[in-house]
């Protein structure tokens, strides 16, 4: 018979704890700096950046020459095939970082007056932090960061273009990295290097230009070094502001208004390991259930039993739909008219069944991305190991996806008669009664024993970004520079922030300052297929990137605010 052997082993509770770091415990703050009272949209002015008296972003970063520098520039770092893996080891261990020295080399290269007038350290080997320093001290700098690395390629043959050809075709430049993230990368040096060309320009304010070189996992390495360097050399909140890649780009509605939405928060993150060591077996006489079946049933109850979407009055999406209703209510009325009436419930369902995109900004995603077992066809797998990817929403927690885990698999764990030991020494575990009595299994008509134990573990624990201010002086330097940037005749130009449903190297720039936005400025539809095949820029959108880089760097070394606001606390969700 099957004998239930359930023992659900939880680890130690941590100690209850409130920080900003990535480590931190629950109950967190998650809308830190959200205005107390009802949002209504009010957009400042636009701030052109002319009294420097510099040359126009437009008129150094439009006609063809420039174009084509931009296609010389982005197809050279396109080409190097940055790649980190999820497997890789140290700097200075594992050969395939090395590639990340041809990088620095074609940056020197391509980018001599950056080189000769920044100061450049290397951190953790492949980091690359850049600064020059202001001749107003008193000035917090601004931060500017991109991260080097690119994902792998799974087969190269399934490319229009090959994956590190950097195909330009006229308008697209083709390439992994083409988008994700070396568009930032190539547009941030490239606007540096044309205000450092110029030898009379010195900043007022210090500029840091920050590279991690493995945010694709995790940016432990890379920005997780960096930050605590940047700390140890300025100190807690010293930064006026970060701006690193992410958003939700420039989205236009109808012909006149042009909606800019930088996220201001992060979905959390953890992922959750399942691991099963199972009787074996010759496959002729196989149980009833292999170690991969016994798998399989977890993976579909998980998928059976998503995550409930929540729309939260006062968060990034809610506000950027106050905007729409705003400046574009026509654009989705029955939106328009639920925000009027306040049914936030309706509301939410409408936003869940809308598109992935909007479902997932307000609702934690749960993706069993990894499933591993098997050695041989005639043999049942002793082994069998899944992941499960979850991108965590402001009204859920890290101990909350794993008291989800814990009660979707009991129902299994007792069929099988498996025992479990779940997240044992870890952080943000459930406050849970995790033994049960589980008597009652249906005995089969003959004993099948799969002395089966499943281990849980969970890693890259990540809790929800403290959201950033949308109003004061730092804010409306940063709105008042996309407004300039992206004017066109006729229309109206709004920022208002979001919510990024992934994770940046943001995670470790949390203690420099609050004033973190996530930002790629390219307009939607204009770059394509991210992390996958044929992946692409449009290279006059690149270059609107790289003028309003520009135009920050300028309007910040004019702006006076030095110090941040104080921090609005609205409670614990």
């Known amino acids: 018979m ?62 063809d020459k420039a174009l084509q520098l931009q296609v010389k520039r982005h197809s050279t770092i396109v080409k190097i095939p940055s790649i980190s893996y999820d497997d890789n080891g140290d700097p200075g261990e ?45 000035l917090k700098p601004i931060m500017l960061t991109a991260h080097q690395d690119v994902v792998p390629v799974a087969d190269d043959s399934t490319w229009k273009y090959p994956p590190f050809s950097a195909h330009f075709d006229g308008q697209y430049l083709w390439g992994r990295g083409a988008s994700d993230d070396k568009n930032s990368l190539t547009g941030l040096f490239s606007a540096l290097e044309t205000l ?22 995790s940016g432990r390495r890379g920005a997780g070094y960096i930050g605590r360097y940047l700390e140890q050399q300025y100190g807690p909140n010293s930064v006026a502001l970060i701006l690193d890649e992410g958003g939700m780009g420039l ?40 170690g991969i079946g016994i798998m399989s049933e977890f993976v579909n109850q998980l998928e059976s039993n998503p995550w409930k979407p929540k729309l939260i009055k006062g968060s ?49 995603s749960q993706s069993v991305d990894y499933f591993l077992g098997g050695v041989k066809i005639n043999a049942m797998p ?36 498996l025992t479990v030991s779940a997240f044992k020494g ?62 066109f005749e006729g229309g109206k130009v709004v920022p208002v922030g979001e919510l990024m449903t992934g994770n940046t190297d943001t995670r470790h720039y949390l203690n420099l300052t ?23 820029i449009d290279m006059q959108s690149h270059l609107e990137a790289v003028r309003f880089y520009y135009d920050l760097i300028r309007n910040f070394d004019a702006s006076p605010v030095t110090a941040l606001e104080e921090q609005v606390d609205i409670g614990e969700l």
Request: aromatic share 8%; charged share 20%.
């Open 251 to 290: 989205q236009l509605l109808g012909n006149d208004t042009l909606y800019a939405l930088p996220a201001v928060m992060e979905k959390g993150h953890v992922d959750i390991w399942l691991e099963l060591y199972v009787n074996g077996g010759h496959s002729s006489t196989p149980f009833p259930h292999t």
């Open 2 to 63: 099957i004998v239930p052997k359930l023992a659900l082993v939880a680890g130690a509770l941590a100690t209850v704890t409130r920080g900003r770091s990535i480590l931190q415990q629950e109950p967190q703050v998650v809308l830190e700096g959200a205005e107390q009272t009802d949002f209504i949209c009010d957009i400042p002015p636009a701030l052109d950046p002319s009294k420097d008296g510099l040359p126009a972003a437009r008129d150094l970063f439009s006609d």
């Open 426 to 487: 870890e952080d943000h575990n459930p406050d849970i009664d995790v033994y049960e009595n589980m008597d009652g299994t249906v005995d089969p008509m003959y004993e099948v024993d799969y002395n089966g134990t499943l281990v849980l573990t969970s890693s890259q624990a990540t809790l929800v970004a403290p959201i950033a201010p949308t109003s004061g002086s730092i804010w409306d330097t940063f709105s008042g520079t996309i407004q300039h940037s992206f004017a």
């Open 94 to 138: 594992d050969p395939r970082w090395d590639v990340f020295y041809d990088l620095h080399r074609a940056l020197a290269a391509l980018y001599p007056n950056i080189h000769l007038r920044m100061d450049r350290e290397t951190v953790n080997t492949f980091g690359l932090v850049y600064t020059i320093k202001g001749t107003e001290p008193a």
């Open 382 to 417: 002793e082994y069998i190991k899944i992941g499960v990817n979850h991108r965590i929403a402001p009204q859920d927690s890290v101990s909350a996806v794993k008291a989800n885990i814990l009660q979707q698999i009991k129902p299994i764990v007792k069929k099988f008669g």
């Open 514 to 536: 609050r004033h973190v936005y996530r930002w790629t400025p390219t307009r939607q539809g204009h770059t394509a297929n991210a992390h996958t095949v044929d992946e692409r």
């Open 196 to 217: 450092l060309s110029n030898p009379l320009w010195v900043p007022r304010r210090s500029i840091i230009l920050a590279l991690g070189f493995d945010e694709e996992c």
């Open 316 to 364: 990034p999406i809610y506000n950027h739909f106050v905007c729409q209703a705003k400046y574009s209510p026509d654009a989705a009325p029955n939106i328009t008219k639920l925000l009027s009436k306040g049914d936030l419930e309706a509301l939410t369902e409408e936003l869940a069944t809308l598109d992935r995109a909007t479902q997932y900004r307000i609702q934690t």
